[in-house]
């Protein structure tokens, strides 16, 4: 069999092999177990594989790079022409530059597709690219991911503090009629 793929081609088939624990993905791990969050990781029946599932949240977390996923860059069928943006994080080769066009395009359509399946069954996604995960922009970025864990936790195990509010009033503990005045 001849050999037909270009460096970059063969550097990303390469790199498919051992795309598992990429440093930023190690990242998010490490500050959501230092801060006592748990997750799991490869979970089974989840769709769209999440890099990190958190159960007790209903949180899939994916962790994007910038080049494969195609972090901003804007495909756009222009009176039938594929007009394509590059980002600051992806830049598109020009070499071979139908090739990678194709295969952003695809990886943006299926990233789409899981997105939408986990959240019509009631999954929060959150997508975290690359760029945001650098060690500078780790922490701000985490925070903001702290917040959207408990927003949505709040929104959707609502509830469980409901029951507190609805309490019957035939079960409300018997109380003076008139209340003492606070100071005397
Ligand atoms: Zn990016």
Redesign the pocket.
Known sequence: MTDTMTPQQRHYCMSRIRSKDTTPEKRVRQWLWQHGYRYRLNVKGVPGKPDIVMRKYRTAIFVNG?FWHG??VELVVSSEQLVVKS?N??KIPQTNRDFWVAKIQRNQERDQKNYEILSENGWQVIVL????LKPKKLEKTMLQVEIQLHDFYIKTFNHRSKTYIHIEEESLPMVAEEPEEYGQ
Not at 129 to 132: A, G, H, L, P, V
């Open positions: 910038c972090h901003d980002s994080c992806c690219w690359e760029c945001q």
